[in-house]
């Protein structure tokens, strides 16, 4: 379906990107590394715009076994990858795979804790996006940002798919579709269908101020339906009338 060579911004090396479905955003992988094109381009994202982003503080919710996500733990001192795993007190390390707990809705960290929070196709899952913006924006320092992907297939407003009840139930308002989930083979739920008052929404919800970043580059493998980084600044409003 496509073979092309070209360099890959998470391997930093020449590399091929092949695809054996027309739906790239799901198959066209680096050979080298396995990463998706939406993971190239967050990773193109940081190069650009967070240069020095291996001496940054860095937490990644549910980061994937692969890709951005092991190059950003590799590479970054200051990174913490979390995961939502209630069997482990919130805070505390997993004993085996290394990660923090955290209901990224309700976070244990401190304010200003970190200087960029990823969070990789999370959002379309959460049943409170709005609480974790604000947290996010909480743990973020002045001058940090969110970088993030989340799919946006509606041109119209957003819909949400399912909500959780009072009861603590899970209400389903359409037909259930389900994603990979890295530490669950069942799949992770999707929530809301976003369109494009996504980000004015989220922004009320965090006070970040978000840039949409969109790359399409087969030099770096970056080619692909609804692959869109979006980048929320925390910015410190100073100027005095
Ligand atoms: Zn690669």
Redesign the pocket.
């Given at each position: 379906m496509l073979d092309v060579a070209g360099l890959?911004p998470?391997?930093e090396a020449e590399?091929r990107f092949v695809a054996r479905d027309p739906w790239f955003r799901d198959h066209l992988l680096?050979v080298?590394?396995g990463?998706l094109p939406r993971e190239r381009a967050l990773m193109a994202t940081l190069h650009r715009f967070y240069p020095h982003w291996r001496e940054l503080r860095i937490h990644e919710s549910s980061p994937a076994p692969r890709g951005a996500s092991l190059k950003l733990r590799r590479e970054c001192p200051g990174y913490i990858g979390s995961h939502y795993e209630p069997s482990i007190p919130f805070g505390e390390v997993h004993p085996e795979h290394g990660l923090r707990s955290e209901d990224l809705e309700r976070q244990t960290f401190a304010d200003e804790r970190f200087d960029l929070v990823i969070t990789q196709d999370v959002f379309e899952h959460l049943f409170r996006p709005d609480l974790a913006a604000a947290e996010i924006a909480r743990t973020l320092a002045v001058g940090g940002a969110h970088v993030f992907t989340a799919p946006m297939p509606l041109q119209g407003p957003s819909v949400r798919r399912a909500r959780r009840g009072e009861d603590g139930e899970i209400e389903h308002l359409d037909v259930p579709v389900y994603h990979g989930n890295p530490i669950d083979d069942s799949g992770s739920l999707v929530t809301i269908d976003y369109g494009l008052d996504m980000v004015p929404w989220l922004d009320g919800c965090s006070g970040l101020t978000t840039t949409i970043v969109m790359i399409d580059d087969l030099s770096q493998g970056i080619r692909a339906e609804l692959n869109e980084v979006l980048v929320s600044r925390k910015i410190a409003a100073r100027l005095e009338i």
């Open positions: 890959c998470i391997c590399s680096c080298q590394c990463s």
